[in-house]
């Protein structure tokens, strides 16, 4: 199951709220300082729903056409153990008209379970998914659905 950026918006920051709650501080987690400037766009869970996805964009909350920088901090759905440790890729892709980009995105571990996917190129506009698998100590899937202007 995954949440829509647009339409589960709302909810959305409920769940975070309650997530940052859990985590017993007011602030979110925290996000390397020079991707302060993301915003929150949507919480999602993986396929198997063993996996809880808080996902950030950055430069623009929702993304625009172009490259942006999808950060996720990543927790086991049950217990919100960050998951370090993961390999991570991560596919965009447009279903409507069955084509991805010619550009590979990068994946970097920061730690914390937050991991940050840059050159996500969604550069038309229209419905995007960013397919992700996740392997090694979990093996799930999840898409995150944007709206490109
Ligand atoms: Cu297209």
Same mark, same amino acid.
């Given at each position: 199951?995954?949440l829509?950026c647009a339409a589960?918006y709302?909810r959305t920051?409920?769940l975070?709220?309650?997530g ?6 007011g602030? %979110?987690?925290a996000?390397?300082s020079?991707l302060?400037d993301?915003g929150?766009?949507?919480?999602a869970l ?8 808080v996902?950030?964009?950055?430069p623009d909350?929702?993304?625009? @056409?172009?490259?942006s920088t999808?950060i996720m901090?990543?927790?086991?759905a049950?217990?919100g ?7 991570v ?11 991805g980009?010619?550009i590979?995105?990068a994946?970097?571990?920061?730690? %914390? ?5 840059? @050159?996500?190129?969604?550069?038309? %506009?229209g419905?995007?998914?960013? @397919?992700?698998?996740f392997? %090694?100590?979990v093996?799930?899937r999840?898409?995150?659905h944007?709206?490109?202007p």
């Open positions: 199951m995954v829509c589960m709302e920051i409920q975070a709220a309650l940052f709650l859990a985590l017993g501080c602030a %979110g987690p996000l390397p020079d302060a993301a929150p766009e949507a919480v993986s396929d198997a729903q063993l996996l809880q996805l996902v950030y964009t950055t909350q929702p993304p625009t @056409r172009g490259l999808v901090h990543v927790t086991d049950k217990t153990a960050p998951q370090d440790g993961l390999q890729a991560a596919l965009p892709w447009m279903p409507a008209h069955g084509h980009t010619t590979k995105t994946i970097e571990a920061k730690g %914390g379970g937050t991991y940050v996917i840059s @050159r996500v190129n969604m550069f038309m %506009g419905k995007w998914d960013l @397919r992700l698998t392997s %090694g100590s093996n799930d999840a898409a995150l944007f709206e490109i």
